[in-house]
DNA sequence: GATAATTTCAAACAATTGTTTAACTTTGTG
DNA sequence: CACAAAGTTAAACAATTGTTTGAAATTATC
């Protein structure tokens, strides 16, 4: 499916609401009332509402495995430097797309489309496997220890980010940081995740940065 | 608002498609099915679906922050065996309820029911306060570190944990362990969750179990 | 500038939604 | 037993849902 500057005027206005009401909490009329169209123009540049999911889907996911593909292949840089490279560049990408992420939680909470629930598979087993690579080039090295849990290891990545995410005004109330600014606010909840991140990577892995 | 057997034969039901569907895609008639019960008897035991889901809630939030409470207060406990105690606690407790922290996060995604929102708010922070009061109580003993992240920390706790139940498919595909019955892999993964978050407990808090 | 293709629109579509009704059965109480 | 309260039911309710329609407007092509 071609996907023009129109489909994207539509797919992410509709990733917003998805995100803030869910796939079937958010209507195909608020959909088109936010983003400027009439109601009959979903089902003609989408086919249909689920179809308009799936074409998010393709659209954010395009280019996420064939940069982490890069960075592992790398051969200028160490297996530690990677790690802290796919901490900081996984934080930052879920800070920018904060919608999608929280859609995908969502989906993956409540498997119901198919064509959704395979692109998360091969994501996530892809990733999976591109990071045991790097490990196991890491304990080659003798740099990182022996008996990793690749799949805990990455829930723990994916997990507290979006925890993270999830209870973003929890941090502020309990941190008294109310009275920054988002903007401000999220630069600085990134950096607190990056090193957090890395503590726990150290930890596992067992190299020292 | 009294909760009887009948209540509770209707709220697990709800529960598990909620779980499975969302709030928005599980409908009243499904869950009447799955209950048993006429589609009338929703509206006449809860008054509304809306308000079922506040039941939902208040019924298996009850006892989640005495337990906590009683955990940190108890004095005959070193403040590393209260950590260990909270991570495996809570990890049980998210394994028997699958369905339900499912749910939880579902809700904080789709902030729309204020009263569930209070709830988990009201939770969060008390949680937040009391593993607060945890870490200085190590800290003031010298067995903590400074400077600790706590709701980075929870975050952790509370996301690997999710993510596990989110990719328990997964992890059984990438580690080979498809044949397993359900009960035995589970138990397999509370096992391996327990350890590795202990593990990266003490690398965040400095202790040596 | 005529004709064809694409895009846009208001209106209508049938299906499904949560909730209510009013009649009924069952249970509890004196 | 009588009678009120509680529980249960099928049917109906109005509102909302995603999708389709067919005509109008716009754009592209020759």
Do not use: W
Request: hydrophobic share 45%; proline share 0%.
């Amino acid at each position: 499916m071609i996907i023009t500057e129109k489909h994207r005027q539509i797919l992410y206005k509709a990733e917003e609401l998805f995100a803030s009401h869910g796939f079937d909490g958010a209507t195909v009329r608020d959909i088109a009332e936010a983003a400027g169209v009439n109601l009959a123009m979903i089902s003609y540049y989408f086919g249909s509402k689920e179809k308009m999911m799936e074409a998010l889907f393709s659209e954010r996911m395009g280019a996420m495995k064939i940069r982490l593909e890069t960075l592992i292949k790398n051969q200028a840089l160490a297996p530690f430097q990677k790690v802290e490279i796919l901490i900081d560049e996984y934080v930052n990408k879920v800070m920018e797309k904060q919608s999608f992420y929280k859609i995908m939680l969502c989906e993956q909470v409540i498997n119901k489309n198919s064509v959704v629930l395979k692109l998360l598979s091969e994501l996530k087993l892809s990733y999976a496997n591109l990071i045991q690579e790097l490990i196991m080039e890491g304990q080659k090295q003798k740099v990182f220890k022996k008996n990793i849990d690749v799949m805990l290891m990455l829930n723990t990545m994916t997990g507290t980010t979006t925890q993270a995410i999830l209870n973003k005004e929890y941090y502020k109330a309990f941190n008294d940081l109310k009275k920054m600014k988002t903007t401000e606010f999220d630069a600085l909840l990134v950096d607190k995740l990056r090193s957090h991140l890395k503590q726990l990577f150290k930890a596992i892995l067992g190299y020292e940065g």
